[in-house]
């Protein structure tokens, strides 16, 4: 399918109705930049499209963080995910503005672009989210 996946993070993949595979994952773009990445088969996995860079977080790490995305498909099969990412703090009174990990949400009607992402409230440090959809559409 392709190279530059990081091989510790888990690789999201679910299937949706007509034989359509979705696979999501963090890769590893040139200068270490751990950015997810998503693409489709809409053959039932005998192919996939070329891979889309879902947001562009610039998290630079020389190594893996073993935290990879999740990812559900609605019943209007639109295609949310969730992931976590390194981001700056927003504390006030930090002389400089820490380092810290945020957890962020895209979805796709389409499955070729994303929407921009989305920060989700937490507690704590988020660290291998999931994600579910509702079966039926209201």
């Known amino acids: ?6 091989y510790c993070c888990k690789t999201a993949l679910v299937s949706a ?4 595979v979705y696979a999501a994952w963090r890769h590893v773009y040139p200068g270490n930049l751990r ?3 998503f ?3 809409r053959d ?6 070329p891979p889309i860079r879902v947001s562009e977080d610039h998290w630079v790490l020389e190594g893996c963080p073993d935290d990879g995305p999740a990812m559900a498909v609605d019943a209007g099969g639109r295609i949310h995910l969730v992931w976590p990412t390194l981001v700056k703090s927003r504390a006030r009174r930090a002389p400089s ?4 990990i945020a957890l962020f949400y895209a ?12 920060p ?3 507690e704590g440090l988020p660290h291998h989210p999931r994600i579910v959809t509702a079966l039926t559409e209201r």
């Open 1 to 6: 399918m392709t190279g530059g996946v990081c």
């Open 17 to 20: 109705a007509g034989g359509s």
């Open 35 to 37: 950015d997810m990445a």
């Open 39 to 41: 693409t489709m088969s």
């Open 44 to 49: 039932g996995g005998r192919s996939f499209g």
């Open 97 to 100: 503005r820490l380092e810290t």
């Open 107 to 118: 979805v796709s009607s389409d499955g070729r672009t994303f929407s921009k992402r989305q």
């Open 120 to 122: 989700i409230p937490t």
